[in-house]
């Protein structure tokens, strides 16, 4: 639980860690639902890791999910082209 995991992680770096394994195991289906990111919120801010760090932690998961699927590191190019795409 938080309580839990908020004692054994106690640097914004094991914080962090946590959270994105968090995000990672929420994203294994492809799909976060409402509950998950419900949750997921939830977590963040029991264990500390709120606004701008928990954006850049799902963030960073986004961003590692779709180096891996796409084989590429430039990511500001593939998220140009989705863009142009979604319109």
């Given at each position: ?17 946590f959270l994105t394994s968090c995000f990672l195991v929420a994203y294994a289906d492809g799909n976060v ?55």
């Amino acid at each position: 639980d938080a309580s839990s995991a908020k004692e054994i992680f106690d640097t914004p770096e094991l914080k962090t860690a946590f959270l994105t394994s968090c995000f990672l195991v929420a994203y294994a289906d492809g799909n976060v639902s409402d509950a998950e990111a419900k949750t997921l919120v939830q977590m963040g801010k029991e264990i500390g890791v709120e606004g701008p760090a928990f954006e850049e932690a799902r963030e960073r998961v986004k961003d590692q999910l779709l180096q891996t699927l796409t084989g590429s590191a430039n990511l500001e190019a593939l998220a140009k082209v989705a863009a142009k795409k979604m319109k």
